[in-house]
């Protein structure tokens, strides 16, 4: 069983807030990063760290960390952020990196 | 603009060892952490291990004995084995830089079969 957990699915309606999570111990004390990927495709880094947008990333995107859950929050979701969602941080001992089992996002 | 490609066999045996290079153009190994990450058909990302540009590694404890990543500045290649592989090793194999995770290739699809 992997150290972080995420809903394996979930949906918003267009245009609204959807918030997605990772939970986990290790997020105590390692920040999360989050991937996109789209179906065919290889991922795509979305936020970093803290709440760090790579270049090209919308602001739509982003990330916090209250205890051990770190969230991924998309800000009126469009039809184009629908794919899958990992989390990804330090275990427990920090020694190498774990990810989270992903989250389907459909945007209806 | 720097970009990663994997390469390798497609297909193995059973008890084979799988052996995959990475090419990074448009920059350099120095200073970055060298992942690579499998996915198999249908599932989830799952972290293999690391290796520094100056030659230290990390690996997931699942894998650990059977695998190793090297580098090679020389020729800007990463290189991952796995020795012993079963139908479970059947995935698609990233290369990836950094950490966090800021690059990574469009993966090389590898199939364990009989």
């Known amino acids: 069983s992997s150290e972080l957990t995420q809903d394996p699915a979930m949906s918003v309606a267009l245009g609204q807030t959807v918030r997605i999570t990772c939970q986990g111990d290790t997020l105590r004390t390692h920040f999360a990063s989050w991937y996109q990927q789209k179906p065919g495709q290889a991922p795509v880094p979305v936020i970093f760290?803290?709440?760090t947008r790579p270049s090209g990333i919308p602001d739509r995107f982003s990330g916090s960390t209250s205890g051990n859950t770190a969230s991924l929050t998309i800000s009126g979701a469009q039809a184009e952020d629908e794919a899958d969602y990992y989390c990804n941080s330090r275990d427990s001992s920090g020694n190498y990196r774990v990810f989270g089992g992903g989250t389907k996002l459909t945007v209806l | 603009q720097v970009q990663l490609q994997e390469s390798g066999p497609g297909l193995l045996k059973p008890s084979e060892t799988l052996s995959l290079t990475c090419t990074v153009s448009g920059g350099s190994l120095s200073y970055y952490y060298w992942s690579w990450i499998r996915q198999p058909p249908g599932k989830g990302l799952e972290w293999i291990g690391y290796i520094y540009y100056s030659g230290g590694t990390k690996y997931t404890p699942s894998f650990k004995s059977r695998v190793s990543i090297s580098i090679d500045t020389s020729k800007n290649q990463i290189s991952l084995n796995l020795t012993s592989v079963t139908a479970a090793d059947t995935a698609r194999y990233y290369c990836?830089?950094?950490?966090?995770?800021?690059?990574w290739g469009h993966g090389t699809m590898v199939t364990v079969s009989s």
């Open positions: 990836v830089r950094g950490e966090p995770h800021d690059i």
């Open positions: 760290a803290k709440n």
